[in-house]
């Protein structure tokens, strides 16, 4: 390399000696080139590779379109599947709060409930223990009563024993015939 630019330089006869492309011997100018690209276009299009790669092309788009219909079609029932799901969240909530509300309803029922059935069975029971306490004294006063009886005829049986005899009683019952 550095021999043939020390020639050219020098203006020696390797100046010619350079090696071109031809063509069948022929140095190919301009119009030789773009003649074999306008045969290789012409025989691309006679043979149909325009029209290939348009169908191609066309495969290609209607792929893209049905995925992207498919994509609607899956975007369009997450954002029903979303709703439904927001709108049973909020249900939800709803019906909770409504449950709360009955529960501490029924609370409040069931405690006041708690307090009448408190209430009666107390005042059943001060009335049972006061039917209790005058039924004993009711007994008591009946069992001292029998006692006083009791206490006062033997009382009258020692005092008549002691105080009157036949005799005694011979005028009690003539005194009670004449009285008849």
Known sequence: MLLALAAAAAGSPYDAVHAEPRLLGIAPPMAIVSASMLVLLIILVWKGVPAMLGRGLDGKIAEIKAQLEEARTLRAE??????EYAERIANAEKEA???????????GAIVAKAEADTAET???????????????????????????????????????AANHGADADKGLVDQAIAGI
Do not use: T, Y
């Open 78 to 83: 997450a954002e029903a599947l979303r709703h």
């Open 97 to 107: 709060a409504a449950m709360l509300e009955h529960a501490r309803h029924e609370a």
């Open 122 to 160: 107390i005042a059943r029971r001060e009335k049972m223990a006061e039917d209790k306490i005058s039924a004993a004294e009711r007994a008591a006063v009946i069992g001292l009563q029998n006692q006083a009886a009791k206490a006062a005829a033997e009382a009258s049986r020692v005092v008549i």
